[in-house]
């Protein structure tokens, strides 16, 4: 059973276009979504995380939306850069467990 | 600022041979997780822990064992190596739960 489904698996877009990745996760018990960034040959990293309390939240280029309603989350990357190309997973956990669940990931490219 | 640190970084087993990765962290962190990742599947949660001499299972667990000995390390054992556990492997902690989880860099385990 999937509790987190990601897309798309693999993105290429244009410096300087809008890099945008889903997440649509099932459990209403979910209270904390984070986005991490990898890049080849290194762990998984922080880049941005909501809580449920608030429907957008940004940091530089990098903005969540979250829709509550609709149980899904996504990443929108403004003015992609190459050094953005990297693969991104969300991420989903709620306070009554102690772990966190992944999705399968998305594979950006940013052409120069 | 060392982080979360795991050993080995490379690993080339034998069917049936065993081995013990170790991950160790300098964040005074209470919980701390062992991943597996593999292309198409994200990361799945092996086992876990949530302090000082406690593990739980996650969502893959046969195959693997663990131990929490001390705060600072947690071990993921392998006892009879099997080709289905080639992987990437992820140690990570977080301070708190829903938080942000840190990992360490990986190590690529090959199983022959």
């Known amino acids: 059973q999937q509790q987190v489904k990601q897309s798309p698996q693999s993105l290429i877009v244009q410096k300087g276009g809008i890099s945008i990745i889903n997440c649509a996760y099932e459990?209403?018990?979910?209270?904390?979504f984070p986005w991490y960034q990898q890049f080849p040959g290194k762990g998984p990293a922080l880049l941005i995380a909501i809580r449920p309390d608030v429907s957008e939240k940004k940091e530089g280029r990098f903005t969540i939306s979250f829709n509550k309603s609709a149980k899904q989350f996504s990443l929108h990357i403004m003015d992609s850069q190459p050094g953005d190309s990297a693969t991104y997973f969300c991420a989903v956990s709620s306070s009554g467990t102690y772990k966190y669940i992944f999705g399968t990931g998305t594979r950006l490219k940013v052409l120069a | 600022n060392a982080g979360v640190t795991q050993t080995p970084k490379f690993r080339v087993l034998k069917t049936g041979q065993s081995m013990t990765l170790l991950c160790a962290q300098d964040m005074n962190h209470e919980y701390m997780y062992w991943y597996r990742q593999d292309p198409g599947m994200g990361l799945r949660l092996i086992h876990y822990?949530?302090?000082?001499?406690?593990?739980a299972k996650g969502e893959v667990p046969d195959g693997y064992n663990v131990s929490r000995l001390k705060k600072q390390n947690f071990l993921l054992g392998l006892e009879s190596a099997a080709p289905s556990q080639t992987s990437v492997y992820f140690c990570?902690?977080?301070?708190?739960?829903?938080?942000?989880?840190?990992f360490g860099q990986g190590t690529r385990l090959t199983v022959v």
């Open positions: 990570a902690s977080s301070y708190l739960l829903n938080t942000e989880a840190f």
């Open positions: 822990s949530v302090g000082e001499g406690t593990t």
């Open positions: 459990n209403t018990a979910f209270d904390y």
